[in-house]
């Protein structure tokens, strides 16, 4: 099952926040953020597993509410650099399958 | 350190055409996973290798077959290439199970079936 992701696309000028959000349908052991460029590869953000360990870069702020099956990620002050594509990935059982939403398509203007 | 290295970065098939994606990582990683990512739809997992040794496939396995060559690499086959398999097919590797341990991604395939 697919995770939500919401919203879909938004566009900040810079300095401003954003919040994603990702919801699942099933239980979740961990939450993944990645951040996609345009004809890139997706690049690891954040880790949140179920308990409460993180792992990630410094930067990122994220938090996982276990009872409600979501995870939001936070970008604050943003830069241009935060352009592009924001995937949550889920993991449902514990072992190695990862499943994607959609992506949310962020844009950074001056 | 490469990271996850994919061959070839683009390719034409037509249709019915075979064909191997390679992949190899020089993490050290026991865990290997294909992706193939469509506009809008995300990432989706065609198949995965939790060790060597070890293949299970993901979401959309219909199609591809993989080989897990040894702990560095793993290569997909496409046996007889439809056009809906037209794709960009990204490669990663993870220390142990996603439960824990993050995604390396290779810089994908971009494959075009005619």
């Known amino acids: 099952q697919q995770p939500v992701q919401s919203p879909q696309a938004v566009i900040l000028r810079e300095g401003e926040d954003a919040v994603i959000n990702c919801s699942s349908s099933?239980?979740?052991?961990?939450v993944h953020w990645y951040r996609q460029k345009h004809g890139e590869a997706p690049v690891f953000l954040m880790i949140?597993?179920?308990?409460?360990e993180q792992k990630g870069h410094e930067k990122i702020s994220a938090s996982f509410n276990e009872k409600k099956q979501q995870s939001s990620l936070y970008l604050t002050a943003s830069q241009l650099s935060y352009s592009g594509t924001y995937f949550c990935?889920?993991?449902?059982?514990?072992?190695?399958?990862?499943?994607f939403g959609t992506g949310t398509q962020l844009k950074v203007e001056l | 350190n490469a990271g996850v290295t994919q061959t070839p970065k683009f390719q034409v098939l037509k249709t019915g055409q075979s064909m191997t994606l390679q992949c190899a990582q020089d993490?050290?990683?026991?865990?290997m996973y294909w992706y193939r990512q469509d506009p809008g739809m995300g990432l989706r997992l065609i198949y995965y290798?939790?060790?060597?040794?070890?293949?299970d496939k993901g979401e959309v396995p219909n199609g591809y077959n993989v080989s897990r060559l040894n702990k560095r690499e793993f290569s997909l086959r496409l046996e007889s290439a439809a056009p809906s398999q037209t794709s960009v097919y990204f490669c990663?590797?993870?220390?142990?199970?996603?439960?824990?341990?993050?995604?390396?991604f290779g810089n994908g395939t971009r494959l075009t079936v005619t």
């Open positions: 990663a590797s993870s220390a142990t199970g996603t439960g824990g341990s993050p995604l390396h």
């Open positions: 993490m050290n990683h026991n865990s």
């Open positions: 099933k239980a979740l052991y961990s």
């Open positions: 290798s939790a060790s060597e040794g070890t293949t």
């Open positions: 990935g889920i993991n449902t059982g514990g072992g190695n399958k990862l499943t």
């Open positions: 949140l597993l179920k308990g409460g």
